[in-house]
């Protein structure tokens, strides 16, 4: 019975305890994971079984003689172990008699510099390691300018392996000079400096006998005390980005999620954004029942007094005190995949509980981690971390991520975007301010609908959007479905790619940016003529999906027809009445679709003419037959 008692209060103490997430980030081999297996080992967080199989795996796979090889605690992956470095983030939980923490290792390696963003999205305080026999580094730059970029307020610079350099004062005082001036330009003034050894211990837990010269705190020390924001988020104004809509019956209708910040009380008046509807809390749920008050933190689920619409993407916020929306930006961005950003192109905008297709224009600059000057950029490749304008199709709610003297908005100010074709997230990025156009230009109600511009001329609106290779007919093809639909007494249009860069697109060039904005503009003029109840038809090489799919959500569903003119390369090039493919081969036309650019070709396409089989008014007829069958 004591024993329970015992452990009960145990467990209440801990729950008592702050809790502080931190991370270990810096240049490759600077010590990271050993600095955090010491850190384990001498706060004694590690079982008998683990220090055995730790004693075990250093014999094996360390890279410290005899010694134990501390790294080996928090480098679980294979690849981790045969080549000494971290890849993944590692995450580990330890406490001592004050505090609570969760520290995140993330990697070194530039490759890999995604992985310290993601550790550190979540992080109040970095723990920046520098190899005293190197000094701050570039990768030591980046990832300082990245933790204070994600929000991160508190830094340590624990310059590491004190051992290999006879524990030199002199060495620490200039790589803390030179630390001091980069952070200075960056806006870092919340950092502490400390020597330690990872290896051998010093002054990571215990004073090292060595540094007499140090008289401040050793690393561990320094944790316990430093001060927290643990309140900030709560003294915010209420927000819950609305996760699911709880609806077990009839009855019982709530909207639940994470409150982000401030605390939600029932009979509090609230606003659901974007609609903008006013309404009461009436009660606040959760599994164990309802509470009379939910703080930041705190998963529950609202009810209301009145019949709102929300959804799954909404925000319930303060009603005195609402977020914004919008749908243009200004924000940074930190790229994050091999394939480099390409302006215009439509990505998944992801934030929060909020999911819109974004696209990024051409950034106004792209930072130097080392000099922190804004360098010219036409676009952002792996690491890179700029500032560029983005647009979505419909409006978020949002606030700017970084304020002043405040916590940073995470929830409602930090996206990730994720590329539509891989679903892989390809940057992460941070909203600084709605642009201007964006509060002033609204949609303006036209009286004359688009049904009734279709209903006056008798027909369904579609575009019809035909694609393949330079030669492949796409144009030949496009002008007899034209005339054979005017001769059914059909309204259409053609848009030609060659036509449309002779006016419109006169601007644009052939690189991948300038083909996916011409694509755009054209989606643009098609949308707009099929608001005009016509049938367009388009005749464009458009040999990216990504901008094929963009179009084919401009408009509503099922007016969108992908037409494929197949035709082999071989094919087309003998069909080659320009000429453009015998300059492409000698290289004089650069970015020539078939010959050193790509072309992806549909994967469903409503139609799909193989002009090897049939003739151009063969294929004109199916077109044409199955057009008028589904309209």
Same mark, same amino acid.
């Given at each position: 019975?004591?024993?329970?008692?015992?452990?009960?209060?145990?467990?209440?103490?801990?729950?008592?305890?702050?809790?502080?997430?931190?991370?270990?980030?810096?240049?490759?081999?600077?010590?990271?994971?050993?600095?955090?297996?010491?850190?384990?080992?001498?706060?004694?967080?590690?079982?008998?079984?683990?220090?055995?199989?730790?004693?075990?795996?250093?014999?094996?796979?360390?890279?410290?003689?005899?010694?134990?090889?501390?790294?080996?605690?928090?480098?679980?992956?294979?690849?981790?172990?045969?080549?000494?470095?971290?890849?993944?983030?590692?995450?580990?939980?330890?406490?001592?008699?004050?505090?609570?923490?969760?520290?995140?290792?993330?990697?070194?390696?530039?490759?890999?510099?995604?992985?310290?963003?993601?550790?550190?999205?979540?992080?109040?305080?970095?723990?920046?390691? +520098?190899?005293?026999?190197?000094?701050?580094?570039?990768?030591?730059?980046? &990832?300082?300018?990245?933790?204070?970029?994600?929000?991160?307020?508190?830094?340590?610079?624990?310059?590491?392996?004190?051992?290999?350099? @006879?524990?030199?004062?002199?060495?620490?005082?200039?790589?803390?000079?030179?630390?001091?001036?980069?952070?200075?330009?960056?806006?870092?003034?919340?950092?502490?400096?400390?020597?330690?050894?990872?290896?051998?211990?010093?002054?990571?837990? *215990?004073?090292?006998?060595?540094?007499?010269?140090?008289?401040?705190?050793?690393?561990?020390?320094?944790?316990?005390?430093?001060?927290?924001?643990?309140?900030?988020?709560?003294?915010?104004?209420?927000?819950?980005?609305?996760?699911?809509?709880?609806?077990?019956?009839?009855?019982?209708?709530?909207?639940?999620?994470?409150?982000?910040?401030?605390?939600?009380?029932?009979?509090?008046?609230?606003?659901?954004?974007?609609?903008?509807?006013?309404?009461?809390?009436?009660?606040?749920?959760?599994?164990?029942?309802?509470?009379?008050?939910?703080?930041?933190?705190?998963? +529950?689920?609202?009810?209301?007094?009145?019949?709102? @619409?929300?959804?799954?993407?909404?925000?319930?916020?303060?009603?005195?005190?609402?977020?914004?929306?919008? @749908?243009?930006?200004?924000?940074?961005?930190?790229?994050?995949?091999?394939?480099?950003?390409?302006?215009?192109?439509?990505?998944?905008?992801?934030?929060?509980?909020?999911?819109?297709?974004?696209?990024?224009?051409?950034?106004?600059?792209?930072?130097?981690?080392?000099?922190?000057?804004?360098?010219?950029?036409?676009?952002?490749?792996?690491?890179?971390?700029?500032?560029?304008?983005?647009?979505?199709?419909?409006?978020?709610?949002?606030?700017?991520?970084?304020?002043?003297?405040?916590?940073?908005?995470?929830?409602?100010?930090?996206?990730?975007?994720?590329?539509?074709?891989?679903?892989? *997230?390809?940057?992460?990025?941070?909203?600084?301010?709605?642009?201007?156009?964006?509060?002033?230009?609204?949609?303006?109600?036209?009286?004359?609908?688009?049904?009734?511009?279709?209903?006056?001329?008798?027909?369904?609106?579609?575009?019809?959007?035909?694609?393949?290779?330079?030669?492949?007919?796409?144009?030949?093809?496009?002008?007899?479905?034209?005339?054979?639909?005017?001769?059914?007494?059909?309204?259409?249009?053609?848009? @030609?790619?060659?036509?449309?860069?002779?006016?419109?697109?006169?601007?644009?060039?052939?690189?991948?940016?300038?083909?996916?904005?011409?694509?755009?503009?054209?989606?643009?003029?098609?949308?707009?003529?099929?608001?005009?109840?016509?049938?367009?038809?388009?005749?464009?090489?458009?040999?990216?999906?990504?901008?094929?799919?963009?179009?084919?959500?401009?408009?509503?569903?099922?007016?969108?027809?992908?037409?494929?003119?197949?035709?082999?390369?071989?094919?087309?090039?003998?069909?080659? +009445?320009?000429?453009?493919?015998?300059?492409?081969?000698?290289?004089?036309?650069?970015?020539?679709?078939?010959?050193?650019?790509?072309?992806?070709?549909?994967?469903?396409?409503?139609? &799909?003419?193989?002009?090897?089989?049939? *003739?151009?008014?063969?294929?004109?007829?199916?077109?044409?037959?199955?057009?008028?069958?589904?309209?």
């Amino acid at each position: 019975m004591n024993a329970f008692v015992d452990v009960r209060a145990w467990l209440a103490e801990q729950e008592r305890k702050e809790l502080l997430r931190f991370i270990t980030c810096g240049s490759v081999d600077d010590g990271k994971s050993t600095l955090i297996g010491r850190l384990l080992y001498e706060s004694k967080q590690i079982f008998d079984d683990q220090l055995a199989a730790l004693e075990s795996d250093s014999k094996r796979h360390g890279t410290q003689g005899e010694k134990i090889d501390f790294a080996l605690l928090v480098d679980g992956l294979s690849a981790e172990r045969e080549q000494g470095i971290t890849i993944d983030v590692a995450y580990r939980f330890f406490s001592s008699n004050r505090r609570k923490f969760i520290v995140a290792d993330t990697p070194g390696h530039e490759q890999y510099t995604r992985n310290m963003v993601t550790g550190a999205s979540t992080a109040d305080l970095a723990v920046l390691l +520098v190899d005293a026999r190197k000094g701050v580094l570039t990768q030591t730059r980046r &990832h300082s300018y990245l933790a204070k970029l994600v929000g991160i307020r508190r830094f340590v610079l624990a310059v590491n392996k004190m051992d290999l350099v @006879d524990y030199d004062r002199q060495v620490f005082d200039a790589i803390v000079a030179d630390y001091r001036a980069f952070a200075g330009g960056i806006g870092i003034e919340n950092w502490a400096a400390i020597p330690v050894s990872g290896l051998e211990g010093d002054n990571v837990i *215990t004073r090292g006998g060595a540094t007499t010269w140090y008289e401040g705190p050793t690393l561990l020390e320094h944790l316990d005390t430093v001060p927290l924001d643990a309140d900030a988020d709560a003294g915010k104004p209420m927000r819950l980005p609305v996760q699911w809509v709880n609806r077990p019956d009839q009855h019982f209708r709530g909207f639940a999620g994470q409150l982000a910040t401030g605390r939600v009380r029932p009979g509090d008046e609230v606003r659901v954004l974007p609609s903008g509807r006013t309404t009461r809390i009436d009660r606040v749920a959760t599994a164990d029942g309802d509470l009379d008050e939910a703080q930041a933190g705190q998963s +529950v689920t609202l009810t209301f007094a009145d019949e709102v @619409d929300c959804s799954r993407g909404d925000v319930i916020a303060a009603a005195g005190d609402p977020p914004q929306a919008a @749908d243009q930006f200004e924000a940074t961005i930190v790229w994050m995949d091999e394939t480099e950003l390409l302006p215009g192109r439509g990505y998944w905008l992801k934030l929060g509980t909020q999911t819109v297709t974004a696209t990024v224009q051409q950034p106004k600059y792209e930072i130097n981690v080392n000099s922190l000057e804004h360098l010219a950029a036409p676009t952002l490749g792996l690491n890179g971390i700029g500032v560029a304008e983005i647009a979505t199709d419909r409006e978020l709610v949002f606030e700017p991520y970084a304020v002043e003297g405040a916590s940073p908005n995470r929830a409602l100010g930090g996206f990730i975007l994720i590329d539509k074709l891989t679903n892989a *997230t390809v940057a992460c990025g941070m909203l600084h301010f709605a642009l201007r156009r964006s509060l002033n230009i609204h949609r303006q109600h036209l009286d004359v609908s688009r049904e009734t511009h279709a209903a006056l001329k008798g027909q369904n609106p579609a575009v019809l959007w035909f694609t393949g290779l330079s030669g492949a007919g796409k144009s030949t093809i496009a002008n007899i479905v034209e005339q054979k639909l005017v001769a059914r007494g059909r309204h259409t249009f053609l848009l @030609d790619g060659d036509n449309i860069r002779h006016g419109l697109n006169r601007d644009l060039g052939f690189t991948e940016t300038d083909r996916i904005e011409n694509i755009r503009r054209v989606g643009e003029v098609a949308r707009l003529m099929t608001d005009a109840g016509l049938i367009v038809l388009t005749a464009f090489i458009s040999p990216f999906r990504a901008e094929r799919h963009m179009v084919r959500r401009m408009v509503p569903e099922g007016e969108f027809f992908e037409i494929y003119v197949d035709t082999p390369l071989a094919e087309a090039e003998k069909r080659d +009445v320009k000429g453009l493919y015998a300059k492409a081969r000698a290289g004089e036309l650069k970015n020539f679709t078939g010959i050193d650019s790509p072309y992806e070709p549909p994967e469903a396409p409503e139609f &799909h003419i193989d002009t090897t089989a049939m *003739t151009a008014d063969e294929a004109a007829d199916v077109i044409v037959n199955e057009l008028l069958k589904r309209s």
